[in-house]
């Protein structure tokens, strides 16, 4: 069996990206590569009603692959309209009626973060306070301390110094989930976007209370706070897009 005739039965097999990696091997692998028949059968994977037609939608099968790949994968973002400098966020904590933790924290503050962890934490929280992800943290200094048994609920609201509107966050949610391997409680809220967008729903708000577990005292001991975006935003022009398609009142 010649090489030509083994690369025609193993083409068929590959996905998209392989048989695109094929093709920039020679100008010999490329040619036999780009038979619209392998692109058919890549497209057969993804979207096998199109190849129920006898003619592709497109003027060929891999002109389609290559259209959707590239709008999959291409994301680049306008720059924000907003920054953080015009950002102030009003984070206020209570541990059942009682309030302990009220702060109004400049937008760059949450830029610059956490950065030096405690001594004591656990490696999981070390990990990811170090780790390369995007993320907003606001060290607490001095610490505050809350019992296990006492329920906790937060408030997050942002405003902007330019034009002195505010919009919503989180609206007085529960921590209603601990997670002490990672020493984190979390709560969230659904985010309320502008009538602008009226398609976008069901992202939410993340906060979490970064602490220090005391076992002969029942409580944690709280020397950070975390607010993310993770459903939805994961770098700072992400998360300033999200904020910018808030309802601003």
């Known amino acids: 069996m010649s090489l030509e005739e083994v690369l025609k039965v193993v083409f068929p097999l590959l996905d ?17 590569a780009k038979d619209d028949y392998f692109w058919k059968c890549v497209c057969a994977k993804r979207w ?17 692959y290559q259209t959707f790949y590239k709008r999959q994968h291409q994301r680049t973002l306008l720059p924000p309209r ?22 109004v924290v400049p937008g760059p503050v949450l830029q610059r973060g956490i950065k030096i962890p405690p001594a004591g934490i656990c490696d999981m929280l070390k990990f990811h306070l170090e780790g390369p992800e995007y ?14 048994s006492q329920t906790m609920s937060v408030s997050v609201l942002v405003g902007r110094k330019d034009s ?18 990672a020493s984190r409680a979390l709560a969230f809220d659904y985010l309320v976007f502008s009538p602008n967008y009226p398609f976008i729903s069901g992202i939410r708000a993340w906060i979490s209370l970064l602490f220090l577990e005391d076992g002969n005292d ?10 993310d975006f993770c459903d939805a935003a994961n770098s700072r022009e992400e998360v300033l897009w999200l904020l910018d398609m808030l309802d601003w009142n």
Request: hydrophobic fraction near 45%; aromatic fraction near 14%; glycine fraction near 4%.
């Open 135 to 148: 993320k907003m943290t606001l060290p607490v200094d001095p610490s505050f301390t809350v019992p296990w």
């Open 82 to 103: 907003l920054s953080f400098d015009e950002l102030e966020f009003f984070i206020d904590i209570w541990s059942e009626d009682k309030l302990i933790f009220s702060e």
């Open 164 to 181: 002195n509107k505010v919009a919503c966050i989180i609206n007085k949610s529960l921590f209603d989930y601990i997670d002490r391997t």
């Open 16 to 32: 998209g990206v392989d048989l695109a990696a094929c093709m920039m091997v020679c100008k010999h692998w490329r040619c036999i």
């Open 218 to 227: 029942g409580v944690m001991d709280v020397f950070g706070i975390e607010l």
């Open 48 to 64: 096998p009603s199109v190849c129920k037609r006898p003619n592709p939608p497109t003027v060929s099968y891999y002109k389609l």
